[in-house]
């Protein structure tokens, strides 16, 4: 049908049909001209592909040349492709093609000149709509075989089977049943609308223009008719009943193609007995008379001129045909599987289709078709309690979002979205108390959505629930609400009142007897006071009040005030306990403490007081209480009939002295010590004076620790010191080496320690952990800060001395990379001693956000900064950004004050993208002014809006235009 629709529109336009096909750059045009003035369409001729682009103009030229007829004789020149347009001098630059010069181009011509003006279309996609046995609707692309599914319209058992299609121009799609019922489609769902009935068996639907045509399938020796069908009852009218021609005539019409005004194919057979052969036949509408191109494939009942202007049919095995209408021979291109086909119809725009997989929500796409490199978008609506879950096919991209944007579409779009069930939402409830005394809470304090709660008042005494409001308004007086099926945050008030007056009864009892107890009043107003008195025995006291007196402990009355409700208190008596007294002691003058225990006795009792002297003293006398105990460390107190108190005072102790004396083993030699007699504490020395040839041996006694030295020092003496010392020949040519630790922790050996004349010793220095060698000092001082120190050639003792030095700290380093994504990542400090920290800090470029920390940082999520502590080793970590989502932003227009109308598409668009308002003024009518996101347009009825940030609104009000004026 659509290679009528062109024929229709061009003779409109006065334009010849397309005449040409040919290929520029890699794309099919089918090329046509006007032969009129250039400025009575100059709107037409400036969208062309080529205007402004005069290289462009004359590659259209060279491709054309003259084969849509010599448009200027008289210098056999084609037809012109117009580049340019001066409306004030009505000049046009165009190039077209001479066959003595070839493609040719200027800038001055004249538009009402005597040529011709070229248009070239972009030959369109090979789309069709189609429908199966069952009343599945599809989009079939029959460049590639793809098909999508639209939806079912509708089950065959109730409506029966759908045997054609047909689209209007106006873009409705229709279709007829086996039983003549016309229906109308919804391209978006396949839902379908029952207009009515034809009263025929309808096998073939075509639009010829706005005229919807359709062929009757009947039984028997019946011709083959066409119909004019009424699209909005249903009703049919016969056009033309074919006629007899050689070789029979045409009987059960299975299928129906416009091809012009006056003529259609038609898909038929002219031997009733053989079925499985069909002819394809184009038929006069006028006359009737039929002329049969040849025989078709078997089992077709499905055919269309596409949007390439070539027929296309569909076979009941899933085949797709290019059909040839002078033979009627079908060429194979491809298959679309098994669906069994039985209507379709060309498709004016691409489809673009989405459905639900599973239910739980609705999707659509606006628009539903669209042209070649357009825009579409795809919108969800889940059902309540349901959201995205994920789409499949043309708008896999858009993930769980509820949009999906579909640009620059080449090709049929077919998507699928699934819906999962919305996590339940999470809902506060929470009462307070609004007046009165009491309390409220509700339990539990949080619920899921559907979930319920118990909200419970709590009067205080004496009052009762007043009332309930918000959400537990329903609940009146009671104490308790009850909230169920929650969907939103619940919020409540309770308030209480006072109880009316009452009077109550006030009783107290003795428990245990050896007293009594009364109360007066014992009969009280609500609020009223009562004083209970207990009365013990002689030699008895109040132990303990409980119930009602509970907090009046032992006193011998209780008050109680603001009574509410009955009282009942009880009361114990216990004999009185013997008189207490107290025990004390102090010391007089100091230098020592004293205590006493028990310091608190009964009538009778004893206690003992004890004096501690510091150190060098001792126990001088006791005085008062305890002064019978003259210089004891301890006082007994017995018999205790009243509070005692006691003094103690300390004296210096007198300072002993002690000997001092020392004796030699085996002679050979003398010692004496000095002084021979010291006071405690003080110190004293003994010196051992060796024979010649002889040397000390060592000390016994007090100055064992002297060794061989000669002098023993005793300090800080507490005792007699007594020491013997021997004597032992001095070796020939023998020396000492010693070493020893001045600073720091470690240790130190030398070997051998004694060496004869001339020998050698090795001292080693061992450090403690966390310790290195700082340095040696004295014979080993050149050996500076090494592990051992080498004595050579011994002469002489050898003494020796090393220091330790803490081990510097460990140093590490710390770094992080870049994994993936935009974005950049530092360290500081890179490198730190052992146990210090470190921070990283990643920085996303713009649009980009952090994905992950791994490595060292990955306990740092999607953090900016990742901190390390306490570091033993080389750190490193990587991290990883990852694109922000593109927001997207509405774009909304509305009219102040009427007078028109104006919308605004696309919208939503993605941030970034363009989109447009276009006011429209009612007639007499013409656009004031714009406010909002449009203010720049000033009286322009078309506003653009680029590179969108945020939601687009605005407002556009019209006026009225003013009447013209003239000049007389």
């Given at each position: ?757 001339g020998g050698n010793s090795a001292c080693t220095a061992v450090p403690d952990a966390g310790y290195q060698v700082a ?34 700290p460990a140093s590490y380093t710390v770094s992080a990379t870049v994994s993936a994504g935009n974005g950049h990542v ?143």
């Amino acid at each position: 049908m659509k290679k009528v629709l062109a024929f229709v529109i061009l003779l409109a336009m006065s334009l010849r049909v397309f005449a040409l096909t040919v290929n520029v750059n890699g794309t099919d045009y089918d090329v046509n001209y006007y032969p009129v003035p250039f400025k009575n369409y100059q709107t037409l001729f400036e969208n062309q592909v080529w205007w402004g682009n005069q290289s462009l103009a004359r590659d259209f030229a060279d491709a054309v040349k003259y084969q849509l007829g010599i448009v200027n004789p008289a210098g056999n020149d084609g037809p012109y492709f117009a580049f340019s347009y001066n409306s004030n001098t009505d000049i046009v630059g165009g190039c077209y093609y001479n066959s003595a010069n070839g493609a040719q181009c200027t800038t001055n011509l004249t538009s009402g000149g005597a040529h011709g003006y070229a248009v070239a279309q972009p030959i369109a996609n090979k789309l069709a709509y189609a429908v199966d046995n069952q009343n599945n609707i599809y989009s079939v692309d029959f460049a590639n075989g793809a098909t999508c599914l639209i939806g079912n319209a509708g089950s065959i058992a109730i409506i029966s089977t759908m045997e054609s299609l047909a689209l209007s121009p106006s873009g409705v799609l229709y279709a007829v049943t086996t039983s003549g019922d016309l229906y109308s489609i919804d391209k978006d769902t396949a839902a379908s609308t029952l207009i009515g009935n034809t009263g025929h068996n309808m096998a073939g639907l075509d639009f010829s223009g706005a005229t919807l045509l359709g062929t009757q399938w009947v039984p028997g020796q019946t011709p083959a008719a066409v119909y004019e069908i009424n699209t909005s009852t249903g009703g049919a009218t016969l056009v033309q009943t074919s006629s007899a021609i050689s070789g029979g005539a045409l009987f059960q019409s299975a299928a129906l193609a416009v091809e012009n005004a006056n003529t259609v194919q038609l898909l038929a057979y002219q031997d009733i007995s053989n079925r499985n052969q069909g002819v394809l036949a184009a038929m006069d509408l006028s006359s009737g008379a039929a002329t049969i191109a040849g025989a078709t494939v078997n089992d077709v009942y499905a055919m269309d001129y596409l949007g390439d202007g070539h027929l296309y049919a569909l076979g009941r095995d899933g085949a797709m045909y290019r059909v040839n209408p002078a033979t009627g021979a079908m060429t194979s291109i491809g298959d679309t599987g098994n669906q069994v086909w039985t209507g379709m119809t060309a498709a004016e725009l691409i489809p673009v289709t989405a459905r639900v997989n599973g239910g739980n929500g609705t999707v659509s796409c606006s628009p539903a078709g669209v042209a070649l490199g357009s825009s579409s978008a795809c919108t969800t609506l889940p059902a309540i309690g349901y959201q995205v879950q994920n789409w499949t096919g043309s708008c896999a991209a858009a993930g769980s979002n509820a949009y999906c944007l579909l640009n620059n579409i080449q090709t049929l779009q077919c998507s699928t979205v699934s819906f999962v069930a919305t996590p339940p939402a999470t809902y506060s409830v929470s009462a307070v108390v609004s007046a009165g005394s009491g309390s409220v809470s509700c339990t539990p304090a949080n619920v899921s959505a559907g979930g319920s709660s118990s909200c419970t008042a709590v009067p205080g005494p004496g009052d009762q629930v007043a009332g309930w409001s918000g959400a537990c308004a329903s609940a009146g007086t009671n104490t308790q609400c009850s909230l169920t099926n929650i969907q939103a945050n619940q919020s409540s008030t309770v308030s209480f009142s006072a109880l009316p007056p009452a009077s109550y009864h006030v009783s107290a009892t003795v428990t245990g007897g050896n007293g009594s107890v009364s109360c007066n009043p014992t009969t009280v107003s609500k609020g009223g006071n009562s004083t209970c008195t207990a009365v013990p025995d002689a030699g008895y006291q109040v132990q303990a009040w409980t119930d009602a007196c509970a907090a009046w402990g032992s006193q011998a009355q209780c008050y109680l005030s603001k009574i509410r409700a009955d009282q009942s208190a009880t009361v114990s008596f216990a004999p009185i306990p013997p008189a207490n007294y107290n025990v004390s002691a102090t010391v007089n003058g100091g230098n020592g403490h004293v205590s006493c225990s028990p310091t608190t006795v009964t009538a009778g009792g004893a206690s003992t007081c004890t004096a501690v002297p510091d150190a060098g003293y001792q126990v001088q006398s006791w005085g008062n209480a305890c002064a019978s105990a003259g210089s004891l460390a301890q006082c007994a107190l017995t018999n205790i009939q009243s509070d005692q108190s006691a003094t103690v005072s300390f004296a210096t102790l007198p300072v002993p002295t002690y000997n001092l004396s020392a004796t030699v083993a085996g002679g050979n030699g003398a010692v004496s010590c000095t002084p021979s007699s010291v006071p405690q504490g003080d110190s004293g020395s003994c010196t051992a004076v060796p024979n010649p040839g002889y040397q000390v041996g060592s000390w016994t006694g007090a100055c064992q620790a002297a060794g061989t030295s000669a002098d023993c020092a005793l300090s800080n003496i507490q005792a007699d010191q007594v020491s013997t010392v021997s004597f032992t020949p001095i070796p020939v040519n023998t020396y000492h080496v010693n070493a020893s630790v001045t600073l720091g922790h470690g240790a130190v050996s030398c070997t051998p320690n004694t060496v004869t004349s001339g020998g050698n010793s090795a001292c080693t220095a061992v450090p403690d952990a966390g310790y290195q060698v700082a340095r040696w000092g004295d014979d080993c001082a050149g050996w500076g800060a090494q592990t051992q120190c080498y004595l050579t050639k011994i002469k002489a003792d050898k003494t020796a001395t090393v220091s330790f030095a803490p081990l510097p700290p460990a140093s590490y380093t710390v770094s992080a990379t870049v994994s993936a994504g935009n974005g950049h990542v530092s360290c500081t400090p890179s490198t730190v001693t052992a146990g210090g920290g470190s921070s990283c800090t990643a920085v996303p470029d713009a649009g980009w956000q952090i994905q992950g920390w791994s490595s060292a940082c990955a306990a740092a999520g999607v953090n900016p900064q990742c901190d390390l502590t306490n570091i033993q080793a080389n750190q490193s970590a990587t991290v990883s950004f990852a694109a922000l989502p593109v927001p997207n932003f509405t774009v909304s227009a509305t009219v102040d004050g009427g007078n028109g109308t104006v919308s605004c598409a696309p919208s939503p668009v993605p941030q970034g993208d363009s989109s447009s308002c276009t006011a429209v003024p009612d007639a007499g009518y013409q656009v004031a002014a714009w406010t909002g996101a449009c203010v720049a347009t000033g009286h322009v009825v078309d506003c653009a809006l680029s590179n969108i940030q945020a939601d687009q609104t605005s407002t556009v009000r019209f006026e009225p235009i003013p009447p013209a004026s003239y000049t007389v």
